[in-house]
């Protein structure tokens, strides 16, 4: 299965960057990172942490009417890359399909050559992102077939 | 009782003002390469651990002419007084200031407190990245007195020498291999060097504002624990980020004459074929 249109295209423009260019596109997610919803912040337990990452992060899959899934993170202000990165997942899956989510390869973004810009550890981390988004459609899946 | 080299230590109203004072330096050396970039100091530079200081090939850090390089790049003589701070209680900024020292740059200081005590006292960070002039930097020899390799390492666990394991409990015992809510990876056994003590980075500083404890309760740390001026110390953690924390509050808030920080640390020895271990 293809990677998500968005997914692709921001891992085509990534791997078309230099350095400096991947890390002020990093910068701008990361300004542009969204504040979470009221209605989830008063929930806030519902999220789930990412014990993988270097920072406290937590997310939240939350399914539209039309199957697709919206994607809430919580991640401190003094972790800007954890939050771009972040972001790239969000913005390349937000409004796919749980079976979509869950075909995404867990290499799709060698291509995108982040070790230029950031470290392997980082890496680990945006991996285990990823790994916790796809838990999150798991259980959307789970739950549909149970209603 | 005061630290005994208090002139390594500056707070964060004499950084405001001396932002613009030509012969002082500041550098923001973060865990995250990206917070400098989302607002800094007025007037201060950026060295990122690993892009700026690193060998871009081996696993070392830059060559005396690359450091220099840099040093060049951002308009520091050798007379400069180069001030450092950053996040995480300033692990990477006292990581930066050894590399400095390391070099041979003598007039550095840390910014007591670092970023988390600038940001909770609001005083203002901008987006604007200065130039400076660029000079001519001469940088000594590498400094080796303040830089343990796998060698010492194994001579002072031998011969029972002071080592300072400053990584979390959970790392010393074994249990895990690296931070906790850190990647796991990195090293293929988990433990500690034989006969290293057990002193977590994080209890010389006080939680609530990053600064260094008193020069009271550092000293009854170390010393409670049997590490004594008298003889030469090893600090090491996982890559020698939070070792650096407590390599410059032995050296120079406590006063030690002979501290060395091992940058391979246990990514390094965790690897190292027919090291021991204890766990």
Not at chain 1, 131 to 145: G, R
Not at chain 2, 10 to 25: G, I, L, Q
Not at chain 2, 134 to 153: C, G, H, L, M, N
Not at chain 2, 205 to 224: C, H, I, Q
């Amino acid at each position: 299965m293809p990677l998500p249109p968005k997914l692709q295209e921001i891992v085509d423009d990534f791997a078309s960057m230099s350095r400096e260019e991947k890390l002020e596109t990093l910068i701008g997610y990361a300004e542009s990172f969204p504040s979470l919803p009221d209605w989830l912040t008063e929930e806030r337990e519902k999220m789930e942490p990412v014990p993988e990452c270097m920072t406290p992060v937590f997310l939240f899959g939350e399914k539209q009417p039309d199957g697709g899934v919206v994607y809430h993170f919580d991640i401190p202000p003094q972790s800007p890359t954890v939050r771009g990165l972040a972001a790239i997942l969000a913005n390349g899956l937000n409004g796919s399909k749980p079976e979509e989510i869950l075909s995404v390869p867990a290499d799709f973004f060698t291509p995108m050559k982040l070790e230029e810009a950031i470290t392997h550890q980082r890496i680990n981390g945006f991996i285990g992102v990823l790994a916790h988004m796809k838990q999150a459609a798991v259980k959307l899946l789970e739950n549909k077939s149970k209603n | 009782m005061s630290y005994v080299h208090p002139e390594y230590l500056v707070d964060t109203e004499w950084v405001a003002a001396h932002s613009e004072d030509p012969n002082v330096r500041i550098i923001e050396s973060d865990e995250d390469p990206l917070l400098y970039s989302m607002g800094h100091i007025p007037g201060a530079v950026q060295v990122d651990w690993f892009s700026t200081l690193q060998h871009p090939v081996r696993r070392d850090f830059l060559t005396k002419e690359q450091f220099e390089e840099v040093a060049s790049k951002l308009g520091i003589t050798n007379d400069t007084t180069v001030v450092f701070y950053g996040d995480k209680s300033n692990w990477f900024a006292t990581y930066a200031l050894w590399l400095f020292q390391y070099f041979g740059h003598q007039n550095v200081k840390i910014m007591n407190g670092g970023r988390a005590k600038w940001e909770q006292e609001k005083r203002p960070l901008v987006k604007d990245v200065p130039s400076y002039e660029k000079t001519t930097y001469r940088s000594k020899e590498p400094d080796k007195s303040i830089r343990a390799f796998r060698e010492e390492v194994l001579k002072q666990s031998s011969s029972k020498k002071p080592l300072v394991d400053v990584r979390s409990p959970k790392e010393y015992s074994g249990e895990l291999i690296s931070m906790p809510n850190y990647p796991q990876e990195g090293a293929q056994r988990g433990g500690h060097i034989p006969g290293a003590v057990s002193i977590p980075w994080s209890q010389a500083v006080n939680e609530a504002d990053s600064t260094f404890k008193t020069p009271e309760e550092l000293r009854a740390l170390y010393e409670g624990k049997g590490i004594k001026p008298d003889e030469e110390v090893i600090a090491y953690c996982r890559i020698g980020e939070r070792s650096s924390l407590t390599w410059f509050v032995l050296k120079y808030l406590l006063g030690y004459p002979n501290v060395k920080n091992y940058d391979g640390s246990w990514t390094e020895w965790g690897n190292l074929v027919d090291a021991p271990i204890e766990k």
